[in-house]
């Protein structure tokens, strides 16, 4: 593999899940892979478990890491091509990427959509900039359409709480005060549909996901319907597409609460982080004994590690 910007940039989901699970059980198995080689991890945005984790695996593999928070202590970065730069923007990529792949040998991002130009997000400039102008693998920590490492340690999580029967997964919105970025939604769908699942969305009118991603996902508009007999819950909320990066709605008639939580199989509940109590989740369902939340955030360094161990062995 030499780029992880999309799920889609791995052979199999299902061979990188076992192999991430193989990894879990002696995380420093492969501890000088990496020897030598460094990490550059460019934040744009804030983070928390991406930040953590990605360092921690690329550390479990020898690497070293170099860690910049572009937003706040970067110089602004120009993006377009031919462009009179005598405004507030300082460097052009072109040069801060070739600069940045001099000084390392993997660069992973994060860079959130911005949620008010709806082709330019699309178009996921940022990354694709890094991609042809940094000449080195690029990974993916979060772009303007798409979160794989998250979507990845999803997929091992439920393989780890794998249910005997052909699980039933529910993808639900739930209110937010903020726009939100359709990213993690965005990959958890295309995850699901590399799966054999039963798999359902729910969210009120209005906040369809692009059609391009959800495809002929089931999309059920009444989310206690939806709960019905669901082996896991993936909570997440989004602004709307169609309206692009509106909130169309913050009543808490939506939020995941114990009563919606009866009406399902015992589900597992799961959400990315951070997650807003008693707005997204009630304290009761985050706290019970199936919500799983912890237990996915830790997979997110295995699905770094296993995601740059594959871009290691191809250097
Ligand atoms: C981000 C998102 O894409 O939804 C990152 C998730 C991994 N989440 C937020 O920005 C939440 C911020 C908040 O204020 O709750």
Known sequence: MQHYTSLKDLDSLQITVQEAIELKKNELQFKTLGEGKTICLLFFNNSLRTRL???????????????MNFGSEGWQLEFEDGVVMNQNKSEHIKEAAKVIAQYCNIVAIRAFASLTDKEKD????????????????????????????QALADAITMEENKVLHKPKVVL?????????????????VEMMQFQGADFVITHPEGYELNPEITKNSTIEYNQEKAFENADFIYVKNWSSYKEYGQVLKTDSEW???????????????????????????ADEVIDSENSIVIQQANNRTYSAQIVLKKILENL
């Not at 995941?256 to 707005?279: G, S, Y």
Request: hydrophobic residues 45%; aromatic residues 6%; glycine residues 4%.
């Open 53 to 67: 984790s990605t360092q921690k695996a690329a550390q479990n593999l020898g690497m070293h890491t170099i860690v």
């Open 122 to 149: 699309n178009a996921e400039i940022v990354i694709n900039s890094f991609e042809k102008y940094a000449g080195i693998p690029v990974v993916n920590m979060e772009s303007a359409t798409g979160h794989p490492l």
């Open 172 to 188: 639900s919105w739930a209110p937010h005060p903020k726009a939100l970025p359709h990213a993690v939604a965005n990959s958890f």
């Open 255 to 281: 939020m995941i609460n114990a009563d919606k939580m009866k009406l399902t199989n015992n589900a597992k509940f799961m959400h990315c982080l951070p997650v807003r109590r008693n707005v997204i989740v």
